[in-house]
């Protein structure tokens, strides 16, 4: 961990923790934008997938990059993160061409559930 970047442990740490805050906030504000007018559910598709992004980013500060996307696609956990990256991809596709509201939080639901399914792939025998 310690050669996978030149940044000094506390530091990232820190990067950890501020985006992993960033990543709360954006999803939280994504359901507090959900009950706007007209765009609501389009801001909120956008928020919330930021905010999922946000929280996989913050394990950079962590591992590092390189050795993350690694991690990503072992194949322990290569369903895991097909499936999280996929219901990203489908909520934001829901929002903005198809303008389907039921799939819109259908795919954040699948979108929590793919993140929980992932992050819980780096704790052995949690699955």
């Known amino acids: ?13 820190k990067g950890f923790i501020a985006c992993f805050a960033i990543g709360c906030l954006c999803s939280l504000l994504g359901s507090c934008l959900l009950w706007v007018p007209k765009k609501g559910l389009t801001l909120f598709a956008v928020f919330y997938t930021l905010g999922n992004i946000a929280s996989i980013g913050s394990t950079l500060f962590l591992m590092g990059p390189v ?14 993160t097909v499936v999280m990256l996929l219901c990203l991809v489908l909520t934001l596709c829901s929002a903005f061409w198809w303008h389907k509201k ?18 819980i792939s780096f704790i052995p025998f949690a699955r």
């Open 1 to 13: 961990v310690i050669d996978a970047t030149s940044l000094g442990w506390g530091t990232r740490v």
């Open 67 to 80: 050795k993350q996307l690694k991690r990503m696609f072992e194949p322990t956990r290569l369903i895991a």
């Open 102 to 119: 039921a799939l819109v939080l259908l795919f954040c639901i699948l979108q929590f559930f793919a993140l929980a399914w992932y992050s």
